[in-house]
């Protein structure tokens, strides 16, 4: 089984940058994910990887500007938000993909707590 615990949100102004840490106990993976969900919303994907060999996605609202990356000798992902924009605020969650289709919740098991990420304009 493995747990991820996400750390890192806090509450920034418009243009700031944060990073998120995501780090997993117990047995290894291959894939990993973030998503985020703001009140009302349903969870959306934001980005993912692959630990193997460091393919990455990115969901179009946050490409160019947020960047997923991997320290498997610390088993930890880690997605780095830069130009933050209030829209971005939400609860941001990591989990392990176990399915194909990378921007699907249903591929995605293991979620951590989440992590609360604020921007103020």
């Known amino acids: 089984q493995v747990q991820l615990v996400e750390s890192g949100g806090g509450l920034v102004q418009a243009g700031d940058s944060l990073r998120l840490s995501c780090a997993a106990s117990?047995?290894?993976?291959?894939?990993g994910g973030w998503f985020r969900q703001a009140p009302g919303k349903e969870r959306e994907f934001v980005a993912a990887?692959?630990?193997?060999?460091?393919?990455?996605y990115y969901a179009d609202s946050v490409k160019g500007r947020f960047t997923i990356s991997r320290d498997n000798a610390k088993n930890t992902v880690y997605l780095q938000m830069n130009s933050l924009k209030p829209e971005d605020s939400a609860v941001y969650y990591c989990?392990?993909?176990?399915?194909?289709?990378?921007?699907?919740?249903?591929?995605?098991?293991?979620w951590g707590q989440g992590t609360q990420v604020t921007v103020s304009s």
């Open positions: 117990g047995r290894t993976f291959s894939n």
């Open positions: 990887i692959n630990l193997s060999n460091g393919s990455t």
């Open positions: 989990a392990v993909r176990y399915g194909s289709r990378i921007a699907d919740t249903r591929a995605y098991g293991n």
